[in-house]
């Protein structure tokens, strides 16, 4: 069978929750949490021995953010202030689980949109923030209900999950290691984010994306060409999240709150904007593309604010929502999903020749860049 060792992507795939949160219901919840809380401790807030809860604000989370809404797996329990995290029954081991089942769903939907057979698939890979366990990886239980003969497994690299695995993918095709590599991202933030925190009880959505990384001599005549991926890492303490079996060991902390998600969200819009404002230019240098003639940037959508500057950096000017289109308004953070769902939504109406770029950053932190050009 021919091959030519050049990665293209072939088709993306999105499942997204039916269920949707605004910010007026959010808050709703949250403050009644925040009046139930002070009314509760009244007499120690008071005698000054615990802090009074502040209420959040639709107002604030639209301005700081850019988020209006955010899609879950399971809407009334995040809504409940005597609840306020995800919850449904626990599935027997024999069931699909349910990271796995929205993975798939994600990974069908590309499959379908390549006309592609699972069985012509040879890997898998799991490229997630939010597993839902450590072993069996995910990515080979996705592997199983899709029926794929050949290799998963899962790789965490926070927010930037998604454009590590593309970049994995890519080299196993540039490798000639397989001809046709499934990158799927469920992430069902819902359960690692702290409802009950004002600072970023706004932030994040469930969702789960796929994409199709292939050896261009197996790809569909409607494809991207891969034209160079690039990874960087720079360790940072300003978003973490401290969950692991290691919590045994010290079980007074076991349900503290750093346990979930947690950000210094000033340090991180100020030092990683500039970061990967430079990642993208020196990238674009090294391919020989002129970054002001991208046609389209598909930026990681955690934060309106950050995409603008990123995307004016890059573009020298002020970038419209056609150059760079926002999915975080309805979908909140996806984590590494993010960048790729407005891939995803907004990559067709691109003519041949288009070059555009996928970019993700976030924890660690970490940042990836993948450069595309629409083929035909
Ligand atoms: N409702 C109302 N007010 C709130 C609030 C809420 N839910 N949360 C915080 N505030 C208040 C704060 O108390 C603070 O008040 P003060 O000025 O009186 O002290 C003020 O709003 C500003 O808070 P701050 O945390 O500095 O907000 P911000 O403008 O930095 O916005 C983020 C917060 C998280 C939206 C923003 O920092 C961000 O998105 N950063 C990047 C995050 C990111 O990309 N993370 C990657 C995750 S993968």
Avoid at 40 to 49: D, F, K, L, V
Avoid at 63 to 69: C, E, R, V
Avoid at 170 to 183: E, P
Avoid at 297 to 309: E, K, P, T
Wanted: hydrophobic content about 45%; charged content about 20%.
């Amino acid at each position: 069978m021919q091959t030519t060792h050049r990665p293209v992507i072939s088709a993306t795939g999105l499942f997204t929750p039916p269920e949707s949160i605004s910010n007026a219901e959010l808050v709703a919840s949250f403050n009644t949490y925040v009046e139930q809380h002070n009314t509760a401790h009244a007499e120690a807030i008071a005698a000054g021995e615990v802090a009074a809860l502040e209420p959040s604000s639709t107002e604030f989370i639209e301005k700081a953010s850019g988020i209006k809404a955010r899609h879950v797996m399971a809407k009334a329990p995040v809504l409940d202030p005597e609840v306020m995290a995800p919850r449904w029954d626990e599935r027997p081991d024999e069931d699909l689980s349910v990271l796995a089942e929205i993975g798939v769903a994600a990974a069908r939907d590309a499959l379908g949109r390549a006309g592609r057979d699972a069985a012509d698939v040879d890997a898998v890979l799991c490229a997630a923030s939010n597993m839902q366990r450590p072993y069996p990886a995910m990515a080979i239980e996705i592997q199983q209900a899709l029926g794929i003969d050949g290799f998963g497994f899962d790789m965490n690299v926070a927010c930037s999950s998604a454009t590590f695995g593309i970049q994995t993918a890519a080299d196993y095709i540039r490798a000639g290691n397989a001809r046709s590599v499934l990158v799927v991202s469920p992430e069902i933030t819902s359960g690692h984010l702290n409802w009950r925190d004002r600072d970023s009880h706004f932030i994040f959505g469930d969702v789960a994306t796929a994409v199709l990384v292939e050896d261009a001599a197996l790809a569909p005549a409607a494809h991207w060409d891969i034209l160079g991926t690039r990874l960087k890492t720079v360790f940072s303490n300003n978003i973490r999240n401290n969950f692991g079996f290691l919590n045994r060991a010290h079980p007074d902390s076991a349900d503290a709150p750093d346990k979930l998600f947690v950000q210094e969200g000033r340090k991180v819009f100020k030092e990683v904007v500039p970061m990967v404002a430079q990642m993208i230019v020196d990238e674009a240098d090294r391919l020989e593309i002129d970054p002001q003639g991208l046609r389209r940037l598909w930026l990681h959508q955690a934060n309106a604010g950050m995409n603008r500057l990123i995307a004016q950096r890059v573009l020298g000017h002020e970038a419209n929502e056609d150059e760079s289109p926002t999915v975080l308004d309805t979908y909140g953070n996806t984590s590494s999903a993010g960048s790729i769902i407005a891939f995803h939504l907004h990559s067709g109406d691109l003519a041949p020749g288009d070059t555009g770029l996928i970019c993700s950053f976030g924890a660690g932190y970490s940042a990836g860049t993948v450069f595309v050009r629409k083929a035909g």
